[in-house]
């Protein structure tokens, strides 16, 4: 089994790796932000509510989250 890699047989929005331009919607418990794409919840490092259009690197893809990094040069709080 490999983890922390999409390898069920269900199709995921995002792939690791890969980047998107994302609002943060929310703030999870351990004050990550928070946004979805295609229903899927993604944690984002550093990130806060609020942040808009913010361009984010998928880290981690399992069966009901994943986990982002902010790309250097996104800034965008207002």
Known sequence: MSYGQNTGGFS???EIGNEYSVDITDTGRDGEGV????GLIIFVKNAK???KNMKIKINLVVSN????????GSTDTT
């Open 12 to 14: 995921k929005p995002v």
């Open 35 to 38: 946004t979805r794409i295609g």
């Open 49 to 51: 509510a609020g942040d």
């Open 65 to 72: 989250f994943a986990t982002a990094e902010l790309v250097s």
